[in-house]
């Protein structure tokens, strides 16, 4: 992985509705927050167009900037920590479906729905998002027989 | 009337030429510009490229402006605009079960064609089955 995107912006405080708009768009494409306010998404299409119509958004915005860019690190080995870190976000959610699945009747339903919105932001096919897929088909099955 | 986009389109504008062509203008014909391009050919419309008018507006995709824009008030488009913008605008609140699953079909066929003005021709089927089925589905 070396071509990541950058999105770096700036919104005045008030009214601080917009800057929790914004931040909550970031965090449910699971961008990770580098620096103040400079985040960072693995390249692809999907995120790229998304990322292109918040930074004109944000734009619109009294006294909004944005900017977004598409970087290639010079540095090899940056990525292996950050990868790391997007897996680790994942994961967390991961864990917590596997933990609520493995209590006594789970609401599968609630459950897979959860799946669906941590997958979205699973970019490197976590092994454990694997397996809460595994274990949702496994209980799935056996509440049908 | 000539209408001009970025190149490589996905769920939004394939969406957007369907309605142009189903209920704008039957004869519109489309140009397709670099992605990130600015540079707008002459008596050309433009639309869902950023700062246009029809674009993007707030949380909503170019398809809905379109339909505000040109006053289209049937309720069965508002609905695949609502999906759009799920699809299309990171929502975090999902209401429509369809819409990645539209977005994931656009995207794929947008890769199976050669270019846009295939992708746009075969857009149009799949918007009209989606027009076809949501009717089926509206109350009488």
């Known amino acids: 992985m070396d071509t990541w995107l950058l999105f770096i912006y700036k919104v005045p405080n008030e009214p601080s509705a917009r800057r929790v708009y914004v931040w909550r768009k970031l965090k449910g494409m699971g961008a990770i927050l580098l620096h103040d306010s400079a985040w960072i998404l693995p390249l692809n299409p999907r995120a790229r167009e998304k990322l292109q119509w918040l930074a004109s958004e944000i734009k619109e915005m009294d006294g909004g900037e944005a900017m977004l ?40 339903a609630a459950l897979s729905r959860q799946y669906q919105l941590a997958s979205a932001q699973d970019y490197f096919q976590s ?13 799935r099955r056996k509440g049908e027989s | ?26 004869q519109a014909e489309f140009i397709f510009i670099p992605a990130g391009s600015t540079s707008i050919p002459e008596n050309c419309e433009p639309f869902d490229i950023p700062g246009v008018r029809l674009s993007h507006r707030g949380e909503h995709s170019t398809f809905h402006t379109i339909l505000n824009e040109y006053h289209l008030d049937d309720p069965l488009l508002h609905r695949i605009a609502n999906i759009i913008d799920e699809a299309d605008v990171a929502q975090n609140v999902i209401l429509e079960r369809i819409a990645e699953g539209l977005d994931f079909i656009c995207r ?18 799949i918007y009209e089955a989606l027009y076809a089925q949501l009717k089926s589905e509206a109350p009488q």
């Open chain 1, 69 to 108: 860019w598409e970087s290639k690190q010079i540095f090899t080995g940056q990525d292996i920590d950050l990868v790391q870190q997007f897996v680790n976000q994942v994961d967390t959610l991961y864990k917590d479906i596997l933990n609520q699945l493995q209590r006594k009747n789970p609401d599968l």
């Open chain 1, 127 to 139: 092994e454990l998002g694997k397996k809460v897929y595994e274990t949702l088909l496994e209980l």
């Open chain 2, 1 to 26: 009337m000539k209408w001009v986009t970025w190149e490589f389109i996905g769920v939004d504008r394939m969406g957007c030429a369907w309605l142009i062509l189903r209920f704008i203008d039957k």
């Open chain 2, 108 to 125: 794929g066929m947008r890769l199976i064609s050669a270019n846009d003005q295939i992708a746009v021709e075969r857009g149009q089927l």
